[in-house]
């Protein structure tokens, strides 16, 4: 079954880090480009960013408004995404998916997504 | 940054309805345009890309169609699983954008 587990949410004070984790199966992780898409209680999806795979020299895009704060890593030996969040904001509360690019970059399959809260 | 922006925002209507939820881009995206269905509690699900091609699995009531800067998803009867959160998504270029989302409810 091709499946996308995130874990590493929790309550963090503004300032703070936390690193959410995505476990990869069911398919070839190495062979995907994989985004971050996060939602605010009650708001629309925001993609947060996007890794690509070792071809295109696993690069990395990321929203303005995460840019220098976060950063998106792989590691395909263990088919496991990242994202190391730092100098948190009460913004950036959310729930957090990790998202399988499939072709024509269509986001193919999701994560049940975990809750990030920032607050004092 | 490319916006998109659906109508309406909340759509009211009645199983076996045809509804229309319209998505306008700020510029050309040369087709790269995804619609998603979020239901709550739940995590978005494709079903469609590149303007109008059916992601597996996907009824076909569900169709989408559109060019350069307006798209269009149609839903041709409306069924009770159907009552969610639709959004458009433009992957032409970064950042990837999401329209604000379209509430599909029960009249």
């Known amino acids: 079954e091709v499946q996308l587990v995130e874990s590493g949410g929790g309550l963090v004070q503004p300032g703070g880090s936390l690193r959410l984790s995505c476990a990869a199966s069911?398919?070839?992780?190495?062979?995907?480009?994989m985004d971050w898409v996060r939602q605010a209680p009650g708001k629309g999806l925001e993609w947060v960013g996007r890794?690509?795979?070792?071809?295109?020299?696993?690069?990395?895009e990321y929203a303005a408004s995460v840019k220098g704060r976060f950063t998106i890593s792989r590691d395909d030996s263990i088919n496991s995404l990242s994202l190391q969040m730092n100098t948190l904001r009460t913004e950036d509360t959310a729930v957090y998916y990790c998202?399988?690019?499939?072709?024509?970059?269509?986001?193919?399959?999701w994560g049940q997504g975990t809750t990030v809260t920032v607050s004092s | 940054d490319i916006q998109m922006t659906q109508s309406p925002s909340t759509l009211s209507a009645s199983v076996g309805d045809r509804v229309t939820i319209t998505c306008r881009a700020s510029?050309?995206?040369?087709?790269?345009l995804a619609w998603y269905q979020q239901k709550p509690g739940n995590a978005p699900k494709v079903l469609i890309y590149?303007?109008?091609t059916l992601e597996s699995g996907v009824p076909s009531r569900f169709s989408g169609s559109g060019s350069g800067t307006e798209f269009t998803l149609t839903i041709s009867s409306l069924q009770p699983d159907d009552f969610a959160t639709y959004y458009c998504?433009?992957?032409?270029?970064?950042?990837?954008?999401f329209g604000q989302g379209t509430r599909l409810e029960i009249k």
């Open positions: 998202a399988r690019s499939g072709s024509f970059y269509r986001m193919d399959v």
């Open positions: 510029q050309n995206i040369n087709s790269r």
């Open positions: 890794i690509r795979k070792k071809p295109n020299g696993y690069t990395t």
């Open positions: 590149q303007v109008s």
């Open positions: 069911g398919f070839t992780f190495s062979d995907h480009y």
């Open positions: 998504q433009q992957y032409n270029d970064y950042p990837i954008t």
